[in-house]
C-alpha cells in the first residue's frame, strides 16, 4: 500500500520578517478611512518596525511590546503619543495574526499590553470672547488675502470646524435648513456626517470672500499669491495652520493651533447658554464626555447647578 503524504499544517509565525510587517502594515493602513489616521499609523508603524527590526530578532509578542514601550517613555514622549504608537502596534498584530502570519495567542498578548498612564488633565487653550473678536478681525477685509483669511477664522471659531473639514468645505455644502444657513451633510472625522449651523456674521464673511475670489464653485478657500490673485481648487491643512499661528502672535496670544479655536467656540457656545447636546452635535462628536474635555468645565460649588431648582421651602 501506498503511503499518503499528510502535509503538516502550517504554523502561524512567532518571528515577523520585514516583508510580513509590511503586509501588515498596508492591511492596517486600508482599514482606515481617515486620511489623517491612516497618516499617524503609517509614521508609527514605521517607528516601532525600525525599532523591532534593529532589535535582536525576537518573538512578536506581548514582551516585545512592552519593551518597546518602555523605550518610547525612556524618550518622553506624551502618554497619549505613546498611547497612539501601542494602538497602531495593537492594530498590526491584530491584522497580522488576521492574515495567517502571527499566533492569535501571540496577538491577543500584545492586545492586552497597558498604555501609558495619564497624569493629571491636559492643559487646552481656550480664548476669551475679546480674543477671540479680535483674532477673526484682524485680517486687513480690504485685500484678496484679508478677506480669505478672515473668513477662515471666523468659521473655526464660529462653526468649530476641524482644519481638514475647513480645507474639503465645498459651495454645495451651504445650504438653507429652516430658514438658516447651514453646512448640510459634512463629512467629519471618522466619516461621522452632520449638519452645522452659520452664524449670520460668518455667513456674510465667506459671502465677502467668495465675492472678491470669484469663488463659485468647488472648494471655497483657494490658495491666494503675491500678486492678489486666487489660483489651485483648495488650501492644504499647513496653510489654516500658519494662518491661524500668524494672527495669533500677532496678538500676543502665544502658540494658539486651529485646534484651539475649534474648542474655544464650544466654550462660548457652553458661556452663552448652549445645550450640552447641541454643543456635542456642533463639534460632531460621538461621545459626550468628549464635548466636556472641549469645554474644561469645573465643578461650581458657590452658585451650584443644584442650589435653586424649584423645589426648595419658600422663604
Known amino acids: 500500500m501506498k503511503r499518503r503524504n499528510k502535509r503538516k499544517p502550517v504554523r502561524p509565525k512567532t518571528k515577523l520578517g520585514l516583508p510580513d510587517l509590511e503586509q501588515a502594515r498596508a492591511a492596517v ?24 527590526c534593529s532589535e535582536p530578532r525576537l518573538s512578536f509578542s506581548k514582551t516585545v511590546v512592552t519593551r518597546f514601550r518602555a523605550h518610547l517613555e525612556e524618550r518622553h ?15 498590526l498584530a491584530y491584522e497580522a495574526a488576521d492574515s495567517g502570519l502571527l499566533s492569535p495567542e501571540l496577538a491577543a498578548g500584545i492586545r492586552r499590553v497597558k498604555g501609558a498612564k495619564k497624569l493629571g488633565v491636559r492643559v487646552g487653550n481656550w480664548l476669551t470672547q475679546d480674543e477671540a473678536r479680535a483674532l477673526w478681525q484682524l485680517p486687513d477685509a480690504s485685500t484678496l488675502k484679508g478677506a480669505r483669511d478672515r473668513a ?15 480645507t474639503d468645505l465645498e459651495l454645495v455644502h451651504m445650504q438653507l ?9 459634512l463629512i467629519g472625522k471618522g466619516g461621522h456626517i452632520r449638519t452645522v449651523p452659520i452664524p449670520d456674521w460668518v455667513k456674510r464673511e465667506i459671502d465677502e470672500w467668495c465675492r472678491l475670489g470669484s469663488v463659485s464653485t468647488g472648494r ?22 500658519h ?17 484651539d479655536l475649534r474648542r474655544s467656540c464650544a466654550r462660548l457656545c457652553h458661556g452663552a447658554g448652549g445645550e450640552l447636546e447641541q454643543i456635542q ?32 421651602p419658600s422663604p
Not at 177 to 185: F, K, L, P, S, T
Open 29 to 52: 493602513v486600508g482599514s482606515l478611512s481617515s486620511s489623517g489616521s491612516q497618516r499617524e499609523y503609517r509614521r508609527a508603524i514605521d517607528e516601532f518596525v525600525a525599532w523591532y
Open 77 to 91: 514622549l506624551a502618554p497619549a503619543t505613546v498611547n497612539l504608537r501601542l494602538a497602531a502596534v495593537r492594530r
Open 152 to 166: 477662515m477664522l471666523a468659521i473655526l471659531l464660529g462653526c468649530g470646524l476641524r482644519r481638514r473639514e475647513l
Open 177 to 185: 435648513r429652516e430658514d438658516h444657513w447651514a453646512i448640510v451633510d
Open 220 to 241: 471655497i478657500f483657494r490658495c491666494v499669491c503675491r500678486a492678489g490673485k486666487t489660483w489651485g481648487e483648495r488650501i492644504s491643512e499647513q496653510t489654516v495652520w
Open 243 to 259: 494662518v491661524v499661528r500668524t494672527y495669533a502672535a500677532k496678538l500676543g496670544l502665544g502658540r494658539i493651533a486651529p485646534h
Open 281 to 312: 452635535f456642533l463639534l460632531g462628536h460621538v461621545s459626550v464626555q468628549t464635548t466636556e474635555r472641549y469645554l474644561g468645565c469645573k465643578q461650581r460649588f458657590r452658585g451650584a447647578v443644584n442650589d435653586g431648582i424649584g423645589i426648595e
